[in-house]
C-alpha cells in the first residue's frame, strides 16, 4: 500500500480498520462516497499520511477515533459535511498546514486535543450542533485567530484554546453561552456578536 496516492472509498464501506493506511507516504487524496453514511475511521488509520493534500470526508454521522488522521502535514482545509461527526482524541492533531476547518450542521463532538498543534489554522467555523469544547481542543494552534460557535454550545473548557494566538476572536451569537463566558474571561481577541 506504500505506493498508493489516490484512495476512491465506496458507499458501502462503514469501517476503515485501525492503521489500515498508517504511513502511507505516497497517499495524496482520500474521497470517501458522498453517498456514505454512518462511517467509523479507526484509531490511526491514516496517521502520518504525510502526502496528502485533500480529504472529501463523508456526511454524517462519522466517527473519527484516536489520532485517525493525526500528522497528515500537507492537509489546507476540511469541511464536515452536514450529519454529524464525533472527532476522537487527536483525531488531527500535528496537522501543520491545515488552514480552515469548517463544521456543517448536525451533532458535533470534539475530543480532547483534537486539533492540537495545528499551527497554521486559521479559522474554525461550527454550524448548529456543537455543545462543548473540551481540554485543548485547539491547544496549540498559534495562528488561530476566527472561531465561529453556535447557539448549542453550553460547555467550554478554558483550556480549550490554550496557548493560541492573542488575536483570538470568538464569533458566537449575541446573548449565547459562548459570548458571555468569553466577556467573562476577558479573551484576549475578544467576542463578535452574530
Do not use: H, W
Not at 34 to 46: L, N
Not at 87 to 95: D, I, T
Not at 114 to 119: H, L, R
Not at 167 to 187: Q, Y
Amino acid at each position: 500500500m506504500q505506493n498508493v496516492e489516490k484512495l476512491d472509498l465506496p458507499a458501502t464501506l462503514k469501517t476503515v480498520g485501525a492503521e489500515a493506511f498508517a504511513g502511507c507516504s505516497a497517499l495524496e487524496s482520500v474521497a470517501f462516497s458522498p453517498e456514505a453514511r454512518g462511517t467509523t475511521v479507526g484509531s490511526a488509520a491514516f496517521e502520518r499520511c504525510r502526502a496528502m493534500k485533500t480529504l472529501a470526508l463523508p456526511p454524517g454521522p462519522t466517527t473519527f477515533d484516536r489520532r485517525a488522521f493525526a500528522c497528515c502535514q500537507m492537509l489546507r482545509s476540511l469541511v464536515f459535511p452536514a450529519g454529524g461527526a464525533t472527532v476522537g482524541e487527536e483525531a488531527f492533531a500535528g496537522c501543520d498546514m491545515l488552514e480552515t476547518l469548517e463544521f456543517e450542521a448536525g451533532p458535533t463532538t470534539v475530543g480532547e486535543e483534537a486539533f492540537e498543534g495545528c499551527v497554521s489554522l486559521e479559522r474554525v467555523a461550527f454550524a448548529d450542533g456543537l455543545t462543548k469544547l473540551v481540554y485543548r481542543a485547539f491547544g496549540a494552534c498559534e495562528l488561530l485567530e476566527t472561531v465561529e460557535v453556535p447557539a448549542s454550545l453550553t460547555s467550554f473548557d478554558e483550556s480549550a484554546f490554550y496557548d493560541c494566538s492573542y488575536k483570538l476572536r470568538l464569533i458566537a451569537p449575541d446573548g449565547s453561552f459562548a459570548a458571555k463566558f468569553a466577556e467573562k474571561n476577558r479573551m484576549r481577541g475578544g467576542v463578535s456578536k452574530k
